[in-house]
C-alpha cells in the first residue's frame, strides 16, 4: 500500500490557483479530509496518524490557500479559510466528507460544518477549541516565547508547544520528529512569513469573536486533547464537547498540544471506531 512516505504531491485549480494535496488509501466510502495546524504544510503530518486511517480510509491531506505549495496568500480570517477548504473539496468532486481538524484545522472544520452542514458526515477535532474561547489573546505570546526557546537551543518549537517538557514529553517529541522526517522526497514548500502571521490573526481575532452556535452542528464528532494544553487550553476542548450535540471527549494523560500524535497508538484505533459509527 502506498504511504505518507511515498504519495505524491499532486495540485488542482480552483478559479486560478493551484491547490497542492495528497492522497492515500482506498478511493470507494466517504474520504477523510486532514486540515492542519498553524504554521503546519503537509509534512507536518504524523505519518502514523495518516497511515492509520487510511488503512481503513481513503485520506485527502492538503495545503490550504496560501499554505506550502499552494498559491495566492493567507487569508486573516476563519471564515474565508473554511470557504476555501469547501472549494477545494468541492473542486475533488465530493459531496460528503468526514474531516479531521487539528488545531486552526480544528477550528477551520467548524467553519466548514458551519457554512456547509450537507458537506460534513462526521468530524475529529483534536487539539482545537471554539471561536470565542477566553485566553486566546495570549496565543502571539506563547508562540513568541516558543520561538525565543526554540531558537536558543536550535530545536522546533513544536518541542515546547505540542509536548511537556519531562522525560514522557521529551522522548514523545524525539519521535515524533523522527517520523515526520521519514519523507525525504517530492517534499512541500516552507510556511511563508506571510502566511504564518496571518494565521496567527485568524486565531486571535477567532478567540475575541462572539462564540458560535455550535448547537446547529448535528454531525457527531470526537474531540481528543492532552491534558495540559499549552496553545488551547484543555477545558476549551470540554466546553466545545459540551456545546456541540452528538459529541465524545477524549483527554490523553501527561500530554499537551500534540496529546494524539503522543498517543497515537490509542487515539488511531479510536478514530476508526469513531468514524465506523
Request: zero cysteines.
Amino acid at each position: 500500500m502506498t504511504t505518507w512516505r511515498d504519495t505524491p504531491t499532486k495540485t488542482i485549480a480552483i478559479d486560478g490557483t493551484p491547490f497542492a494535496y495528497r492522497e492515500l488509501g482506498d478511493t470507494s466510502g466517504v474520504p477523510v479530509v486532514f486540515l492542519h495546524h498553524f504554521t503546519a504544510v503537509l509534512d507536518d503530518w504524523d505519518p502514523r496518524v495518516i497511515d492509520g486511517i487510511a488503512a481503513q480510509h481513503h485520506v485527502i491531506a492538503f495545503d490550504n490557500r496560501g499554505v506550502g505549495a499552494t498559491g495566492s496568500s493567507v487569508p486573516n480570517n476563519l471564515e474565508h479559510m473554511g470557504a476555501d477548504a469547501i472549494a477545494f473539496i468541492s473542486a475533488l468532486g465530493y459531496e460528503q466528507v468526514d474531516l479531521f481538524g487539528f488545531s486552526l484545522g480544528g477550528a477551520v472544520a467548524q467553519m466548514i460544518a458551519l457554512q456547509a452542514p450537507d458537506l460534513v458526515r462526521r468530524m475529529v477535532l483534536a487539539g482545537t477549541g471554539p471561536r470565542g474561547g477566553g485566553g486566546i489573546w495570549k496565543m502571539p505570546f506563547i508562540v513568541g516565547g516558543a520561538y525565543a526557546k526554540a531558537l536558543a537551543t536550535r530545536k522546533d518549537p513544536r518541542h515546547f508547544l505540542f509536548f511537556p517538557r519531562n522525560a514522557e514529553g521529551k522522548r514523545a517529541a524525539k519521535e515524533y520528529f523522527a517520523r515526520l522526517a521519514e519523507r525525504t522526497q517530492d517534499l512541500d514548500r516552507p510556511i511563508s512569513r506571510q502566511a504564518g502571521l496571518a494565521q496567527l490573526r485568524a486565531i486571535t481575532s477567532g478567540g475575541l469573536h462572539a462564540p458560535d452556535d455550535l448547537a446547529t452542528i448535528k454531525v457527531p464528532v470526537l474531540v481528543a486533547n492532552g491534558d495540559h494544553d499549552l496553545m488551547v487550553a484543555s477545558e476549551h476542548s470540554a466546553d466545545m464537547a459540551r456545546r456541540l450535540p452528538d459529541a465524545r471527549l477524549i483527554v490523553y494523560p501527561n500530554s499537551g498540544h500534540g496529546g494524539v500524535f503522543q498517543h497515537h497508538q490509542e487515539f488511531v484505533p479510536e478514530v476508526l471506531a469513531f468514524l465506523a459509527g
